[in-house]
């Protein structure tokens, strides 16, 4: 089983922005990657998935975070990233990023946990006041 690796999580002022990546060994000709948040006592919730077919590229992401987390992918390291812009407190949390080979429609990829087939274990995002 792939086993994606996340980086980047650190603590940032309110209002601050921070990158994450996420790298992975194997890919396919069509596949999600997906990244999640949580914190303790809630579900993990997709904010943010980019989904690849071929020669596109397809973006998906949860109104929370729409206008100002950003996803984006390097080729070919297989790996992809997440910019966090404008951070609220509401922002801390685990952030984890997933890959599943299925799941990828006209739409883009899901932002549902169940989807994804491989998870990293989690980069620590904290944001301060």
């Known amino acids: 089983q792939v086993q994606p690796v996340e980086s980047g999580g650190t603590s940032a002022q309110a209002g601050g922005s921070l990158i994450l990546s996420c790298e992975v060994s194997e890919t396919a000709d069509k596949f999600c990657m997906g990244w999640f948040h949580q914190v303790p006592g809630s579900e993990r919730e997709g904010v943010a998935a980019?989904?690849?077919?071929?020669?596109?590229?397809?973006?998906n992401y949860a109104n929370s975070v729409k206008g100002r987390f950003t996803a984006s992918r390097a080729n070919p390291q297989n790996t992809v990233f997440l910019q966090l812009n404008s951070l609220t407190q509401g922002d801390t949390g685990m952030y984890y990023c997933?890959?599943?080979?299925?799941?990828?429609?006209?739409?883009?990829?899901?932002?549902?946990?169940?989807?994804?087939?491989?998870w990293g274990q989690g980069t620590q995002v904290t944001v301060s006041s």
């Open positions: 997933a890959i599943a080979f299925k799941g990828l429609t006209t739409s883009g990829c899901p932002l549902t946990a169940t989807s994804y087939n491989s």
């Open positions: 980019i989904g690849i077919r071929g020669g596109g590229t397809y973006y």
